[in-house]
């Protein structure tokens, strides 16, 4: 089923986000608190260096560990990290001392090239054991777990000629799911803030709507969102608007929905 595309992108400021990991590790404390300012870095011919502050704000030290990954999507979208050594970065371990401070410092070591090319920066909390008895459990068993948290800081080396675009590359649907292919087609990276798709009957009334949080999507490359149509409401639609939406621009496609599209 081929399906209709309509709107435009222009170039438009760059998102910035970063991810914040919440994980468990076998251990004997809780996790410590802290930031790291910026959240992201735009780096380039002109700017080639830069800094990521790490901040305590707690009452004891924390210790951390630096690593450095290249970053891109498989066709899934599925992040793919590797290693690099386009970037440098000092220091690799660290200490920050109570209500304190320490810099990260990075620095580009390749010229920018047609593409964007991107990074993401880790910065993640080493655990300090304490003593057991501080934490109890069932069956008066004492055992600990420490809950450590992991930043995802994006670095971006911006291109020397930036330039952004995203279009449908496809929609279909198949057995009640509606699959929308957003593509990059610039050399800069977009974040979708959302995908809505809209099922709309014979007379043009909305009868269906689901809506799904956007996200990076790097350049040259693709993200799938799909969206299931309940099976009492599916039969009734006959068109299937989705617009992708970003902080600036939006595109918007249509499928028109045939009775074969929705059997399981």
Avoid at 24 to 38: E, G, W, Y
Avoid at 69 to 93: A, H, R, S
Wanted: hydrophobic share 40%.
């Amino acid at each position: 089923m081929k399906a209709n595309f309509t709107g435009a992108s222009s170039a438009g400021k760059i998102w910035k986000a970063a991810w914040l990991f919440l994980f468990a590790l076998p251990a004997l404390s809780f996790a410590a608190d802290f930031q790291i300012q910026p959240m992201t870095m735009e780096l380039g011919a002109k700017v080639k260096s830069g800094v990521f502050s790490v901040i305590n704000n707690g009452s004891e030290k924390i210790d951390f560990q630096v690593s450095l990954q290249e970053w891109n999507q498989d066709e899934k979208g599925k992040d793919i990290l590797t290693e690099t050594n386009d970037i440098v970065f000092f220091p690799k371990i660290m200490s920050v001392e109570p209500n304190s401070q320490r810099a990260i410092r990075i620095g580009l070591k390749t010229p920018p090239s047609s593409k964007e090319k991107t990074y993401r920066l880790f910065v993640q909390e080493i655990p300090t054991p304490k003593k057991a008895e501080d934490v109890e459990v069932k069956k008066n068993i004492k055992a600990g777990v420490t809950i450590a948290f992991r930043f995802s800081m994006p670095i971006f080396v911006k291109p020397l000629k930036p330039q952004e675009g995203f279009v449908f590359d496809s929609i279909d649907m198949s057995r009640g799911v509606v699959k929308a292919v957003v593509k990059n087609t610039g050399n800069v990276h977009i974040k979708t803030r959302s995908v809505k798709f809209s099922g709309k009957d014979a007379e043009g009334k909305e009868i269906f709507s689901k809506e799904i949080a956007g996200w990076y999507i790097l350049n040259g490359l693709s993200f799938p969102y799909e969206a299931e149509i309940p099976k009492d409401v599916c039969a009734k639609v006959a068109r299937v608007e989705v617009i992708a939406q970003t902080e600036d621009n939006s595109i918007t496609g249509n499928l028109n929905v045939q009775k074969n599209n929705c059997a399981p």
